[in-house]
């Protein structure tokens, strides 16, 4: 069976589980590594033994010994990525947010539109089986009229690094808008909301927002990174979905394996362990192997479309604009 040959751009701590995660699939070959720090992409390129590594976006995205690339540098660098990459007819996977801007945003779905290649935005939350299980059960009616959602996403103080990240409105709440919009399959109509800024001049840390969907649901969006580091386990995140007829809550991650000894207290979570023990069982890993099954099966990915990606961004960056600013 002829290898996926698979390029990978940036490498912090996700796009390092993004290369774990296509290490270990034997139908798949990862070629080249690149980040814009040359030590780091030597020294993935050596823990995973990788043949090729660079520090050029452009010379990634226009390899010639390349099937694949996965996207993971910062959002604002999406862009000059995947748009080249596709227009050589190469498949992409891009981690969200799609893009910082939606023009961005709407070139990549443009650009996907004309290549040969297939593109997929990689919201991890849709292959999650308790969100997956969420829509089932909205879909079927057993929720009833789906009223309220309440959300709330909270990751560490460490997480944001000014000039790095946009606030957790448009970098973390995106999941559960993301989610809400494909739960429910409204649009938004109304929003309105609060950002704080407590640890940056540029971007918010601490996001409260209320938004009214076209089928008149109402939903709560709550993030920040405020969250201490000395809390294990990663983001806190729920959500609860209450309808007329049933209601949910989805509480991530699960804390199924919690370590103590005389010294510290830890959790394990899976959707960010580096443990190869556990890797294939992860929401990540069922997201990759999905976008893969498409590409060697010429099948258009349908769980998540780069228009569904584009509407969830456009949406967010709405919400995120009708906060008022707290400072």
Sequence with gaps: MKKLRVGIAGLGEFGELHTLVFSQLP???VKRVCSRTESRAREIADRYKIPSFC???DEL???DDLDVISVVNFGKN???VVIPALESGKHVLVEKPMADKVEDAELMVNAAKTSAGKLMVAH???FMPQYYRAKELASSGRLGKIALIQTQRNNHYSTLSPGRKKNPLRETAIHDIDLALWITGGRLESAHGYKQFNNSDQEADCC????KLDNGVICTFASSWLRRDAQPAGVDAR????GTGGELHIKMPPDNLVFIDD???SHFNPETSLSPVTIRQTALAGEIEYFLKCVLLDETPEVITPEAALESLRTTIKIDESCSEIR
Excluded: F, G, L, Q
């Design 27 to 29: 139908y798949v070959e």
């Design 124 to 126: 991890i939350c849709r």
């Design 239 to 242: 959500m609860d979905i209450i």
């Design 61 to 63: 995205a226009t390899a």
């Design 78 to 80: 999406h862009k000059r």
């Design 263 to 265: 010294h510290s207290h």
């Design 208 to 211: 409260v927002a209320t938004a």
């Design 55 to 57: 520090t050029n976006y």
